[in-house]
């Protein structure tokens, strides 16, 4: 059975970067059959699709338009993690933020617990 | 690139079927047979319901289905029951090798 456990600050000050990390059970994440996806959600904004890893011979990201020149998504195979970087947040970075697995073709079938991330000073 | 369209509420009554509209691009929707769509309670993570259009995952029951017709997805949900009472989002694979979420519909069974 997987599992995604997320863990990271709750509060991030402004113009500061969100860290949250998303560690693995029951599978791998260097697996060639399924990306690893983060994804955000706000009342404002509603569900918002941040970006994705995946490993197919290679190591490979993909990342929403809307936040690609803030984000890093990196997978960690030592510690069987990924993880998020999302820099010089602004309170519409305010969210629950996600981290999911998609098992391929948008199986969206594992998602870890949430973290709800306020952006204040 | 825009969230795909949904209608901000449907409603029916126990036992009625409904679908719920998800209104994209032929740069996403029309391009490809990969709409998800989402099942969401307050306070809970989304749950799969569809995938690949109209493919459930196992555990998924048969009241759900899905259809694609150009640019639109769609998803019906039949023998509506009280616990169907949730928010359903639609998802879709974009150009750019990016996904898209719609605004959410909130179903409300009467």
């Known amino acids: 059975q997987v599992q995604l456990r997320q863990s990271g600050p709750g509060l991030v000050r402004p113009s500061q970067t969100l860290s949250l990390t998303c560690a693995i059970s029951g599978d791998s994440v260097s697996t060639n059959s399924a990306a690893w996806n983060w994804i955000r959600q706000s009342p404002s904004r509603g569900l918002e699709w941040l970006g994705r890893?995946?490993?197919?011979?290679?190591?490979?990201?993909d990342y929403a338009v809307s936040v690609r020149s803030r984000i890093t998504i990196n997978p960690d195979p030592s510690k069987n993690q990924v993880s998020l970087q999302l820099n010089s947040v602004t309170p519409e970075d305010t969210a629950m933020y996600y981290c999911?697995?998609?098992?391929?073709?948008?199986?969206?079938?594992?998602w870890g617990q949430g973290t709800s991330v306020t952006v204040s000073s | 690139q825009s969230a795909l369209t949904q209608p901000a509420s449907v409603s029916g009554s126990p036992g009625q079927s409904i679908t719920i509209s998800c209104t994209g691009t032929s740069s996403d929707v029309g391009s490809y047979n990969l709409v998800s769509w989402y099942q969401q309670h307050p306070g809970k993570a989304p749950k799969l319901i569809i995938y690949?259009?109209?493919k459930r995952p196992s555990g998924v029951s048969n009241r759900f289905s899905g259809s694609k017709s150009d640019n639109t997805a769609s998803l019906t949900i039949s023998g509506l029951q009280a616990e169907d009472e949730a928010d359903y989002y639609c998802?879709?694979?974009?150009?750019?090798?990016?996904?898209?979420f719609g605004g959410g519909t909130k179903l409300t069974v009467l």
């Open positions: 999911a697995r998609d098992g391929g073709s948008g199986l969206v079938d594992v």
């Open positions: 890893t995946y490993h197919r011979s290679a190591w490979y990201n």
């Open positions: 690949e259009g109209s």
């Open positions: 998802s879709s694979f974009a150009r750019s090798s990016t996904w898209l």
